[in-house]
């Protein structure tokens, strides 16, 4: 019984402090929020842009469709190609953009003349992502590129010829590779139109011109990618805040007087666990609550509720494990702190864990905090409950074990040091 | 009846309490006075059943209170020396939850808080929140706390300590008031003033040991009714003994650097006939004051220093 006054006490203490117990529920959705808003679109150019500095030595085709590419009207805000000189070499170097397209002299009448030719892609090291973007258009330029000179050798053979005659052709000659082209292309026709498979890009939401204005969609995707690891962030750090009370407890000889009255070590420690674990669990349905209204699909709603509660006792299991073991208040702030982050990044709550690199995966699975997030994300992806009872499983046993193994030492610390 | 028997308690090499053994008679103040460090709290907090001792055991009304801790601890009422009280709650929140501590509830709880607010003078802050209050009014909410189950025995640790006249005296008006109600009360302390001016009988700890218990009376006639005298000037300690200690009726009881002490019997010559012998010893004297029997006398008697060393 006393356990439960234990408990009424501790949530009557959030309740008397409102902006106290505001803000420490604010914080996770503040930041999940401010993720959101800066990656969620609705800025001015839309998006992220991929700047790519063109050197074309040889005033080559290619080198024009290049330019053309981010010339169309679809590519504004997303594609910038610059057209350089050697200085982009230079550019390269200050890191002024995604990659540098080479081509150098004597491309085109190498594609024409059938003999090897090379495009040189320099990427800059900075970026992860957007040369690899650049380097894959090229690859499937090149591709196209390879396949044209194959296809149209004969044609181009004669156009070969033409350039390497010291006078111009005939009309004739002129006129018959066309009708060569013509054909061709006729041929090619049959092969290429209609295509067998389609590309639909898709918009999340909102048209263009809306989502430059404002784009909910675009931040409730975001938001369901990065809520679930901020909601672990959060339900931790609740769980740190209400685990250092008890050190709080001991420091200030509240457990001491608690103890003269017909408390038992026992249900005092049961008293607090319970008031860590509603406390992580109502912090936690409130992060689910908010990432709801603000458009994020959180799948079953049963579900949902058994990773909330299985979230909030991994939670209180970690913090009240890592409390029991440190010497002041202090301490544990800071032990707990550098715990709770490590956790998060090893455990795939701010970066996904296929961004990772592979010999930290299995790491990552060391951590309540992937289990955690995965579960959520699993359920957002249109999972049920039943994909994710192996998470449901480790997240509520592995708190368990936290929770009797920190009590059990901290009850020992209690007895052995009560004075 | 609190019976306490022969209680040890060590914390590594240190020896906190030492086969101290003493009883708290029904409806008396009994006051375990002694110095900063003499055992006081740990020898309480044994009682209290919050720390185990290592032996000995302590019985309440009969009860062991290792054996029966909950049924026990109902008869309790403990004020420590520390204020342990919420100071993001209300003074009056804390005093519900702690009188829910003690299966109170409802209407009796409410006019428990209440009556217990009015009697420490903080009816008027009931709903403020205690982190405003002043180190003497937390002291008050503290005492409050320890009495608002009405609890048959009552142990205080040295609760007046760091706190302004005005508070002190409301405490100790408390603790009066709650003992002609007949509840027994164990107070510690290390001012002499308090343990003469509030205890029916006083126990004296040093270093871990009762050196004595009695009443006031008791104590001062254990001392032999010495008076003590008091000396300073320009002399030294080997000095001051050598010459002091050859005077008939005399012990030296402390002699340092420019100051002595002296206890003089009432059995001997007297101290019209000691006081000329000293006045002539020769010694550089400054100073020379008597100090009738008191608990300082007693207290410099048993152990040779004086209570606030």
């Known amino acids: 019984m006393a356990a439960f006054h234990i408990l009424r006490r501790d949530l009557l203490r959030y309740l008397r402090n409102p902006g106290r117990t505001a803000l420490l529920f604010a914080i996770p959705l503040m930041m999940a929020g401010i993720f959101a808003l800066v990656f969620g679109g609705g800025g001015e150019d839309g998006g992220i842009t991929i700047r790519v500095l063109l050197w074309d030595e040889d005033s080559s085709l290619l080198g024009r469709l290049l330019q053309g590419a981010g010339d169309r009207p679809e590519s504004e805000g997303r594609l910038e190609v610059v057209p350089v000189g050697q200085e982009g070499l230079e550019m390269m170097n200050h890191g002024d953009a995604s990659a540098l397209v080479h081509l150098p002299k004597g491309f085109t009448r190498a594609v024409i003349d059938g003999t090897p030719a090379v495009i040189e892609v320099i990427k800059n090291p900075a970026q992860r992502f957007l040369p690899l973007v650049v380097e894959e258009g090229v690859i499937l330029g090149a591709t196209v590129l390879s396949t044209g000179s194959r296809a149209l050798r004969p044609e181009l053979d004669v156009i070969s010829s033409f350039l390497d005659a010291d006078d111009a052709p005939e009309d004739a000659a002129v006129g018959a590779l066309s009708a060569s082209f013509n054909r061709r292309a006729k041929q090619f026709d049959s092969y290429v139109f209609p295509p067998v498979v389609k590309l639909e890009a898709v918009d999340v939401g909102a048209s263009h011109d809306e989502e430059t204005a404002a784009s909910p969609q675009g931040i409730a995707a975001v938001l369901s990618v990065f809520l679930p690891g901020f909601a672990i962030l959060g339900v931790l750090f609740l769980a740190q805040s209400a685990t250092r009370d008890m050190l709080h407890d001991r420091e200030t000889g509240v457990v001491r007087q608690l103890l003269t009255a017909p408390v038992t070590p026992v249900s005092y420690l049961v008293g607090k666990c319970l008031s860590v674990l509603v406390v992580s669990a109502v912090g936690l349905a409130l992060l689910v609550a908010a990432g709801a209204a603000a458009g994020v699909a959180w799948g079953s709603p049963v579900a949902v509720v058994a990773v909330i509660v299985t979230a909030a006792i991994a939670a209180s299991g970690t913090l009240l494990l890592v409390m029991s073991v440190v010497g002041s208040e202090r301490q544990g702030d800071a032990v707990a702190t550098v715990v709770i982050m490590s956790w998060c990044m090893l455990g795939g709550a701010f970066v996904p864990l296929s961004q990772m690199p592979t010999f930290l995966h299995p790491i990552a699975k060391t951590t309540l905090v992937y289990w955690a997030t995965t579960a959520f994300s699993t359920l957002i992806a249109g999972g049920g409950i039943a994909d994710v009872l192996p998470n449901l499983a480790v997240l509520a046993g592995g708190g368990a074990l936290g929770i009797a193994i920190g009590a059990a030492v901290m009850g020992r610390r209690l007895a052995r040091g009560a004075l | 009846m609190?019976?306490?028997?022969?209680?040890?308690?060590?914390?590594?090499?240190?020896?906190?309490?030492?086969?101290?053994?003493?009883?708290?008679?029904?409806?008396?103040?009994?006051?375990?006075?002694?110095?900063?460090?003499?055992g006081k709290t740990t020898t309480l907090c044994m009682i209290s059943g919050v720390l185990k001792p290592d032996s000995g055991r302590v019985l309440v009304d009969g009860r062991d209170i290792w054996l029966e801790p909950t049924v026990v601890k109902r008869d309790l009422g403990v004020v420590p020396q520390e204020v342990a009280v919420y100071e993001d709650l209300t003074a009056r929140d804390n005093l519900s939850f702690w009188g829910s501590l003690y299966g109170l509830s409802g209407s009796e709880l409410r006019e428990r808080v209440d009556e217990g607010l009015t009697r420490v003078g903080l009816a008027d802050r009931a709903g403020d929140r205690v982190k405003g209050f002043s180190g003497g009014m937390k002291r008050r909410l503290n005492l409050c706390m320890g009495l608002l189950h009405r609890p048959r025995f009552l142990l205080l640790d040295e609760p007046t300590v760091g706190i302004d006249p005005q508070a002190r005296l409301n405490i100790l008006e408390v603790i009066r008031g709650v003992t002609a109600g007949g509840t027994t009360v164990l107070y510690t302390t290390h001012y002499m003033e308090e343990a003469q001016e509030l205890c029916d009988r006083i126990a004296i700890i040093d270093h871990g040991r009762i050196l004595t218990v009695g009443t006031l009376d008791e104590l001062t006639r254990l001392a032999g009714e010495a008076e003590v005298l008091r000396l300073a000037g320009g002399f030294d300690g080997i000095q001051a003994r050598d010459r002091l200690q050859s005077i008939a009726g005399v012990r030296v009881l402390q002699a340092g650097d420019g100051s002595a002490t002296l206890s003089v019997a009432a059995g001997g010559p007297g101290l019209l006939a000691v006081l000329p012998a000293v006045l002539s010893s020769g010694l550089p004297l400054d100073d020379v004051s008597i100090q009738r029997p008191n608990l300082q006398s007693v207290f410099i008697s048993l152990t040779g220093r004086e209570l606030r060393d």
Request: aromatic letters at 6%; hydrophobic letters at 45%; glycine letters at 14%.
């Open chain 2, 2 to 38: 609190i019976t306490v028997e022969r209680l040890c308690r060590t914390f590594g090499d240190l020896v906190a309490v030492d086969d101290v053994s003493f009883e708290v008679r029904d409806g008396e103040i009994l006051g375990l006075l002694g110095p900063n460090g003499a």
